[in-house]
Nanobody, 123 residues
Framework: QVQLVESGGGLVQPGGSLRLSCAASGYRFSFATMGWYRQAPGKQRELVAAITRGGTTNYADSVKGRFTISRDNTLNTVALQMNNLKPEDTAVYYC?????????????????WGQGTQVTVSS
């Protein structure tokens, strides 16, 4: 079973930056796409960004031009660089992995998640 550990969240002012990191184990990452999701209070979990093994990316419209997803295939990690953060980016951020090259997977498709990391954007 995959184990996921997210880190890097915190409190930041609007316009600030954060870099999230996710360490994953228990999965054949050579075949996996990796993604970041987020869930704001009272809202459904949504995909923020995904990246295939070969580096093809997909972003939610709300974060395009501000967030950048990257991965290290030797370390089985995925990062999310978040710039120009807005209050509406406040959420718990989670990562997950899946086989194949689909760039979108509904969050309901997953059986397990890590603990997530809280991102709060506020002045």
């Amino acid at each position: 079973q995959v184990q996921l550990v997210e880190s890097g969240g915190g409190l930041v002012q609007p316009g600030g930056s954060l870099r999230l990191s996710c360490a994953a184990s228990g999965y054949r990452f050579s075949f996996a796409t990796m993604g970041w999701y987020r869930q704001a209070p009272g809202k459904q979990r949504e995909l923020v960004a995904a990246i295939t093994r070969g580096g093809t990316t997909n972003y939610a419209d709300s974060v395009k031009g501000r967030f950048t997803i990257s991965r290290d295939n030797t370390l089985n990690t995925v990062a999310l660089q978040m710039n120009n953060l807005k209050p509406e980016d406040t959420a718990v951020y989670y990562c997950n992995v899946w086989y194949g090259s689909r760039l979108f997977v509904p969050p309901t498709d997953f059986d397990s998640w890590g603990q997530g990391t809280q991102v709060t954007v506020s002045s």
